[in-house]
């Protein structure tokens, strides 16, 4: 399984942005996929999820802002960022679970000035 992030930048707060992800081998719509992100000194952290039959849960902070979404046609998966804060500044990071294992991409980079 391959995780191919894109969609990062740089962008004012109150601006949005659409972060994807493209999901390559052994993974379909059967499977669940997130979105988790890390900022400098912390600890890597979850932001959302979906899960097989579209189910979503979002972390408290990003709830009415985020919308994670897939595309199982393409295997790709989206988090759309609405009224970005300084505070969501981190690497985001597409995760899928595949059975017991966890597959990660290499981060794209969103950084929110004030």
């Known amino acids: 399984v391959q995780l191919v992030e894109s969609g990062g930048g740089l962008v004012q707060a109150g601006r949005s942005l659409r972060l994807s992800c493209a999901a390559s081998?052994?993974?379909?719509?059967?499977?669940?996929m997130a979105w988790y992100r890390q900022a400098p000194g912390k600890q890597r952290e979850f932001v959302a999820n979906?899960?097989?039959?579209?189910?979503?849960k979002y972390h408290d902070s990003v709830k009415g802002r985020f919308t994670i979404s897939r595309d199982s046609a393409k295997n790709t998966v989206y988090l759309q960022m609405n009224s970005l804060k300084p505070e969501d500044t981190a690497v985001y990071f597409c995760?899928?679970?595949?059975?017991?294992?966890?597959?990660w991409g290499q981060g794209t980079q969103v950084t929110v000035s004030s």
């Open positions: 995760n899928a679970v595949v059975g017991v294992q966890w597959y």
């Open positions: 081998g052994t993974i379909s719509s059967m499977n669940l």
């Open positions: 979906i899960v097989p039959g579209g189910s979503t």
